[in-house]
């Protein structure tokens, strides 16, 4: 198309919340240029040597030559994954109904409806420090204001989460809403015991202030069963975001929003492009049916377990020892904490150098934080380059004390 | 869940926008309950005996197997199938750059995020009337002023169009769109002929408004080439929407935008789920490939047009002569104006309970307008059911004339 000299007179034609969209980021990074070679541990992608093909294959199959018309058909989402879903939370001890549940295009559309349905620009909001960098991104681009509370090894600070809401409180503020990952966080794997979740819930209701329990790695952990969920505990004042991206894989894009209807019905309305298509719906409950899904998510932990060992021991044999990190339970993430001479501005390029990457703590706090943190995913790359990747990153850090 | 007397707070939680979305639509309209047997023509679903059930299953067995890791993990949308939506736009003389294409989950997305970036409520927009229902509710529930400008055999009233423009402009109103379905509109069917075409997008320049260019049904003509699409006229002041719904499958939820590069940018950023996932744009892309969906297209062309066709004779054979309908030249319907004593009132009714059901003309409007038409979709059911379909139909205004 030829640029025509009207077309600036289009900018115009925009709505009031469209007009001022150019903000960047405090998080946004341009990051050094990898190679082919480099064995990148930043990403938190699923296995892919784990994806179920032949289930999906198979499940693509029958559906489609049983339920042709209704699948390819313009239709619903397909009622029986809802079911799934609900069936999955009942057993976690959350009974929905069918109007507490949405389905969604990922986490990441709830995510994105959020801000839409509950905030106006300039509100605020609690988030974890540091937190998915995807959720953190996304407030800070609709214009709310982020207040950080720290993350521990047991998962948010909760001292500091009630100063802030009292000191909010003082100053006639009520946060819109508390975004946490309360189990095997992202970035720091950490989990966050009963008692903490108990003390946790209790503080949004005094306060008024809806959780946001974003699950992603609730089904993922290598060794005991997980406190119950927030949402278990009191579904008034929580809504619960679960996906199927990490047991099942990203790419079918299908996830879940639970909790109080009136923010269900409101999600909805604001869900763009309606309910989720009747092929995916139908695709992930067909291969999802009859236990599978639990079957494949104990063969999941049992591989993730066993690379996250492999990340924990080679780190141990290979890191300075002054080098802090987290001995994750589940989930996808070790993180780690780097001395004061060793900050992510001199690591990264020499690690790229050497062959390797990570994902800056900085990027997974709205605030600048991080400078001396960095996310290493077990998840996405064979044991073997799991290994090699963080052998490279321990000859790194050696190699610049003895510069 | 058990209702917590704390959960009516949750109200005041919510934005503005969504304090006040609460309103029905005048198109709302409660259908007498059908039977088992009831042959509906009402909706413009695809025929399930043309879905290509064979090459689809094959195209998952194909990706799968051959570009698992990128079509089920964390993904953008498929470049591809964008490659091959300009390929398919280049060849009807629009040339389109990367930044002017937008996939989406089906064209009613894109309708979604038009009022979101283009609007504030109480703007003023042009609808054709009458026009596709899912556009004119999603309209009106986001609060739009709605301008209805009449449709002819011809498509839009351009002469009424002008008028319409002019009496805004000197209320100092400009109008922030022109929604629109040239080619085989819903529900008229009607096709809107070149010289039409020109005088539109120079009306659309003169006073400065986007026209919403909605080409759904712009691949299925049972004759002759159709004229150029009003893209291809002036690119600077029209916003395209195309679909793989009529054309493959509503079920796989794939549609794109086209047009002004600022306008594509904002429809990304306010699309909640980011990119169309992996899975689906590869599926789309590689079913679609290497001349496939030009044979595909051939097949159901002549499909529908042999379904019209016996629509129509059925219609001459038992329709009351004085009922008035058009002749569509592709698409999946015919609509028709029915006389005085029949209003759609007095004959859906008794039509269900002779057993067909259709479409009222007054879903279509925004203001109340097609007391007396109504859509026969001769897309769905197999002709068979259609011709019989028809023949109730006929036989019910007889019969109601007779009483």
Not at 175 to 181: D, N, P, R, V
Request: contains cysteine; hydrophobic residues 45%.
């Amino acid at each position: 198309m030829i640029p025509s000299p009207v077309t600036a007179d289009v900018q115009h034609l925009f709505s009031k919340i469209v007009q001022h969209d150019e903000s960047i980021s405090p998080m946004h990074l341009d990051l050094p240029n990898e190679t082919h070679d480099t064995i990148s541990l930043a990403y938190g992608d699923a296995d892919p040597a784990l994806f179920p093909v032949d289930a999906l294959i198979a499940a693509v199959d029958s559906m489609l030559t049983g339920n042709l018309d209704i699948s390819l058909n313009y239709a619903p989402a397909y009622a029986g994954l809802v079911a799934l879903v609900q069936a999955r939370m009942a057993r976690q001890n959350v009974p929905l109904a069918r109007n507490e549940v949405l389905l969604a295009n990922g986490s990441s559309q709830i995510l994105s409806l959020l801000p839409q349905i509950l905030c106006n620009p300039g509100d605020v909001i609690i988030v974890e420090g540091p937190s998915f960098l995807g959720a953190v991104e996304t407030f800070f681009n609709c214009g709310l204001t982020i207040e950080t509370v720290p993350v521990r090894d047991d998962g948010l600070d909760l001292d500091i989460l009630e100063s802030t809401l009292a000191r909010l409180a003082t100053q006639g503020i009520r946060a819109k809403f508390i975004y946490t990952i309360p189990t095997f966080q992202n970035p720091t794997g950490s989990l966050m015991p009963l008692a903490n979740r108990q003390r946790l819930v209790a503080l949004a209701a005094q306060y008024g202030v809806i959780i946001i329990e974003d699950d992603a790695y609730g089904d993922l952990h290598f060794e005991n069963p997980i406190p119950l969920k927030l949402i278990a505990i009191d579904p008034t004042w929580v809504l619960y975001v679960g996906t199927f991206s990490k047991i099942l894989a990203p790419g079918v894009r299908m996830a879940w929003a639970c909790g109080p209807a009136e923010i269900i019905k409101r999600l909805n309305r604001f869900k763009t492009e309606g309910s989720n298509g009747p092929f995916m719906t139908r695709l992930v409950a067909q291969v999802s049916a009859d236990g599978w899904l639990d079957q494949h998510i104990a063969i999941l932990n049992a591989h993730y377990a066993q690379k996250c060992q492999a990340m924990l021991d080679t780190i141990a044999q290979t890191f300075p020892s002054d080098v802090r990190y987290n001995r994750p339970l589940g989930g996808f993430f070790v993180y780690v904490y780097l001395p004061n001479d060793l900050p992510v501005s001199r690591l990264l390029p020499a690690a790229i150098a050497n062959g390797v990457s990570f994902l800056p703590g900085t990027t997974c706090y709205a605030d600048g934080q991080g400078t001396h943190e960095i996310r290493l995913a077990f998840s996405f790359q064979s044991q073997e380059k799991v290994v090699e990747g963080i052998r490279r990153l321990g000859a790194t850090m050696h190699q610049l004390r003895q510069a």
